[in-house]
């Protein structure tokens, strides 16, 4: 079996005749292996690396791929002990400072009441910077990846986009703090470092390999079935390279 997670990107949003059409059909018919879709709508990085670990305590699979989300992205449990995906409506970020502009907003489920809403509306906002978003989807790579490996389960990582990774990188450079009663400065992982550990950031993400290649979208954005034949012969190419394939004999 091959597991697949991710957000919209790997659902096949907007592609017309799901599942047949989408990469995550495409990869697993050509190994003839039955797959299992765990991904989302709106799914955060928080999320894929929740319901991984999860999922492959309960019920391990031969191989992981992972479409890894935005960093913008996260979730939440609410009264109803229901996940909810604290989704943007709108989200526009400052490149010279990468503070989130006042005028971004997360979705307002009909299940919030008001001060919920407000609640986790000013945490994306206020609590969340792009430094920390990157930093904690980081680790939730670096987490996930380590738990495979001690699990024995093969993987596969690719990125969903770049838009928000390339403004971003060159802080992991910056000297930070810990702080409690005074302020102390650590050493700690850099850019390189995380490069090493975590190789497939230097590949091209799916949503940035399909702008490039000019195939069409969907009007909410989503690569669409070209989108998705891309894709697939990408990891398709990517098994054999690694001979993945092995696994299936």
Known sequence: MIYWNGCSFVRGME??????????NIVSQEFGQPWWDNAKVGGSNDRIW???TDDMIRKPAKLVIIVWSGFNRFEFLDNHKVWRSAVWVRYRFMRDTLEVCDSSEVYFHPNMILKQWEGINGYAKYGRSMRYNLLYSLHYMLSTKYFLEAKGIPYLFYKMSDGQLNPSIDTLDEERGEGAGCIWMLPHMKKQDYLNELPFLKEEAFYDMCKREKVPFGPKDHPLEEGHKLMAKRIIGDIYDKKL?????
């Not at 592609?15 to 995550?24: C, H, M, Y």
């Open 50 to 52: 929740r319901t991984t």
């Open 15 to 24: 592609v017309e005749n799901r599942p047949k059409d989408i990469f995550a």
């Open 245 to 249: 394939d092995k696994l299936f004999s």
